[in-house]
């Protein structure tokens, strides 16, 4: 079985720096998605980016990247220029591309605190 | 993006009676949902995974009897929390499966469900 491991329960950051999350798996597949979550106050789960564990480019979206280190097992997310809006839980998924319609596996959350 | 709505939002019920929570995939076909249990500041668990026109898949330790799933059409599955008690009060998230290129899941907005 796939584990996901957030070594990070909180972190903080400053308005505008920028800050990295971490991410570790466990999995003895060579293809599968790996996700970042935002779960905001509101606790609505909203998709931050996505990668897919056969292309080596790191996927970007906006201020945010990942850091994929698969012989590493590894899946960071950077968060550049901090928002307020950005304070939020992040969770770190993946998904196995074998099944169809397969589950999430999800780490424990990282609550990332903005200070103004 | 796909939409994915939870009726109701909030619910307050007395200890005994039953709880229906309502999962809708507003704008494309889900043949397969999932239902998440998540207690504050913890990640999400899965309870269980929800198949149009057959018997729903129930993660270990959860009890099939106290949470009743049926996904009786493409855009709607339902979670019956029976003979509810106050350690069932938790927030219940639901996600739908959109099977295209990405295959991707959608998260309905939560239930926050309080057993008095």
């Known amino acids: 079985a796939q584990t996901v491991t957030q070594s990070q329960p909180e972190m903080s950051v400053q308005e505008a720096e920028t800050v990295t999350l971490s991410c570790t798996y466990d999995?003895?597949?060579?293809?599968?998605?790996l996700f970042w979550y935002k779960q905001p106050p509101s606790r609505q789960m909203i998709l931050v980016i996505r990668?897919?564990?056969?292309?080596?480019q790191n996927a970007t979206e906006n201020r945010f990247s990942v850091n994929f280190q698969k012989a590493a097992k590894s899946f960071s997310l950077k968060i550049s220029d901090s928002q307020l809006g950005d304070a939020a839980m992040y969770f770190c998924?993946?998904?196995?591309?074998?099944?169809?319609?397969?589950?999430?596996?999800f780490g424990e959350g990282t609550q990332l605190t903005v200070n103004p | 993006g796909a939409v994915v709505s939870q009726h109701p939002s909030r619910v307050i019920c007395k200890s005994g009676t039953s709880v229906k929570i309502e999962c809708r995939s507003l704008d494309f076909q889900a043949t397969t949902m999932f239902w998440y249990r998540q207690f504050p500041k913890k990640s999400l668990m899965l309870m269980a995974t929800?198949?149009?026109?057959?018997?729903?898949?129930?993660e270990q330790g959860v009890e099939k009897d106290k949470f009743l799933i049926n996904h009786a059409s493409l855009t709607l599955s339902t979670l019956t929390v029976t003979s509810a008690h106050p350690e069932d009060s938790s927030f219940y998230i639901c996600s739908a499966y959109r099977v295209n290129r990405l295959n991707e899941q959608f998260f309905g907005p939560g239930t926050r469900l309080t057993v008095l």
């Open positions: 929800s198949n149009e026109g057959s018997k729903a898949t129930y």
């Open positions: 999995t003895s597949e060579s293809d599968y998605y």
């Open positions: 990668q897919e564990a056969y292309k080596q």
């Open positions: 998924a993946y998904r196995s591309k074998e099944t169809s319609g397969s589950r999430l596996t």
